[in-house]
C-alpha cells in the first residue's frame, strides 16, 4: 500500500512515514479547488476557516487538494502547499447537519 501510496498522490510523498492523520487524511478521496471568497465549496456545500485567507484572491488561479472523508463531510482537509501540512476546514454554517456523501447525492 506504501508503493501505491508513493506513486498515486497529488503530492511528492516525503521521506519518512507521515504521522497515522496526515497518512490517513493522504488516503482519503480528494478534489483540486480553488479558494473563493467565501472558502472552498464541494459537493453543494461551503467551508470555510481562516486559514484560507492568505489564499483568497490569489492573482493566478490555483487550485488546491482539498481532502475529503465521504462518512462525515462536516470537515474537509486543507493541504497547504508552502506549509506542507494539513489544515481541518469545517463547515461554512455550523447549524448544518452532518452528512454523508451517500445522503447528499442521494
Known amino acids: 500500500p506504501y508503493v501505491q501510496y508513493q506513486t498515486t498522490a497529488p503530492y511528492q510523498a516525503p521521506a519518512a512515514l507521515p504521522d497515522d492523520r496526515t497518512l490517513r487524511i493522504h488516503l482519503l478521496p480528494f478534489r483540486r479547488l480553488s479558494v473563493q471568497r467565501y472558502g472552498l465549496q464541494l459537493f453543494g456545500r461551503q467551508f470555510y476557516d481562516g486559514v484560507l485567507r492568505r489564499w483568497i484572491g490569489v492573482r493566478r488561479p490555483e487550485k488546491f487538494c ?19 501540512q494539513y489544515f481541518d476546514i469545517p463547515l461554512r454554517n455550523l447549524r448544518a447537519s452532518s452528512a454523508s456523501l451517500k445522503l447528499i447525492q442521494g
Open 66 to 84: 482539498v481532502s475529503y472523508d465521504p462518512r462525515d463531510l462536516r470537515v474537509v482537509y486543507f493541504h497547504d502547499p508552502e506549509l506542507g
